[in-house]
């Protein structure tokens, strides 16, 4: 038999706290957004702390800065003492020991200034021949620059020329005349190269390989080449 339902009896129903659940939802949400805020304050903090270090950083920088340069700034006058004269030094040093002579020094320091007048008079003759010097080579080796740089790309051409044709006649067990003949052209070549490369900066370049030649122009040529190669093999020995 079934059990009939009461149709008087009320059925049961489920009740649910709907504040309970309401205040536990609003506690969760405040801790998602203390979280948040806890997030958000601690990335401003390290952010903050990153900016000082930064600051900080520099700040370090520039004072090292600084200091470096106020120690280059004092460190030339405290080797000037030991530092090469200079033309306008050592004629400013001239005219001093000139006007000392004038006046009445004793006899020692007379004849000491004097010296030293004779000293610094020479060293500012060095020093003007060496500014004249370097004042020609300057000029010449701008005038030449073009005729010395296609002159030693020939001769270079030439010689590398020659030392094949050497190897060739060599593995090919030519005749002792032409082996001869082919170490000479060698040497002439490499000749020419030492030409291009060492002729005095300081005197007007004498051309090796000249439209139109002179007897002038085949003397200095000949005395610059054999000094050229007197130089090199004294330094080769």
């Keep these: 038999e079934t059990e009939e339902e009461d149709p008087g009896q009320q059925p049961s129903i489920q009740i649910i706290d709907l504040p309970l659940m309401g205040k536990r939802a609003q506690t969760k949400d405040k801790e998602a957004k ?24 520099k700040k370090t920088q520039s004072h090292e800065k600084n200091s470096k340069q106020k120690s280059d700034a004092i460190e030339p006058q405290s080797s000037s003492t030991t530092a090469a004269p200079t ?21 020692e320091v007379r004849t000491t200034k004097e010296k030293e007048l004779v000293d610094v008079e020479e060293l500012i003759s060095q020093l003007k021949e060496k500014q004249a010097q370097s004042e020609r080579e300057r000029k010449f080796q701008t005038k ?64 090796l390989f000249p ?5 002038e122009s085949q003397k200095q040529r000949n005395e610059v080449r054999a000094s050229i190669l007197a130089e090199h093999r004294s330094e080769h020995l």
């Design 211 to 215: 439209a139109e030649d002179t007897a």
């Design 87 to 107: 033309l306008m030094s050592l004629r400013k040093r001239l005219r001093d020991i000139k006007r000392l002579l004038t006046k009445d020094v004793p006899e």
């Design 34 to 57: 203390s979280s948040t805020q806890r997030e958000a304050v601690t990335e401003q903090v390290e952010h903050v702390e990153l900016a000082v270090s930064k600051k900080q950083k």
């Design 144 to 207: 030449y620059r073009m005729v010395r740089f296609f002159e030693k790309k020939k001769a270079t051409r030439r010689a590398k020329q020659a030392a094949r044709k050497l190897k060739a006649l060599e593995e090919s067990k030519a005749s002792s005349s032409e082996l001869k003949a082919a170490r000479k052209t060698l040497l002439e070549r490499q000749g020419d190269v030492l030409y291009v490369t060492h002729f005095p900066r300081d005197r007007p370049y004498v051309s």
